[in-house]
């Protein structure tokens, strides 16, 4: 399985953002997918995941309000849309999947994922 990540850039605060994660290969299905980030000097963190089965949605709380995910289950792609976004917001976006199903107490971590795509980098700037 690939994961294809894009859609990063510079933005000012305040600004918005759309994230995109293509999935190609065997996902199976379902296929569970999530986005994380990794800021400067710190540890890859969760942000959203959705899923494969019923599209049900977790957030982490500090994008709760600001960040929307979706899915396009024909092209196997998940979306980040990020509003209102902060300097705080700056890091290396990541998109991750894996077959089957994740509960709300399972998604946030790394070790359940088998999928990871490179990345793409958003910066919040002025």
């Known amino acids: 399985v690939q994961l294809q990540a894009s859609g990063g850039g510079l933005v000012q605060p305040g600004g918005s953002l759309r994230l995109s994660c293509a999935a190609s290969g065997h996902t199976g299905s379902p296929y569970f997918m999530a986005w994380f980030r990794q800021a400067p000097g710190k540890e890859r963190a969760p942000i959203a995941s959705?899923?494969?089965?019923?599209?049900?949605?977790y957030y982490w709380d500090s994008v709760k309000g600001r960040f929307s995910m979706s899915r396009d289950n024909a092209e196997n792609t998940i979306y980040l849309q990020m509003n209102n976004l902060k300097p705080e917001d700056t890091a290396l976006y990541f998109c991750?999947?894996?077959?089957?199903?994740?509960?709300?107490?399972?998604?946030?971590?790394?070790?359940?994922?088998?999928?990871w795509g490179r990345g793409t980098q958003v910066t919040v700037s002025s």
């Open positions: 991750a999947g894996r077959a089957g199903v994740l509960s709300e107490h399972l998604w946030m971590q790394e070790s359940a994922y088998d999928d």
């Open positions: 959705i899923s494969g089965v019923d599209g049900a949605k």
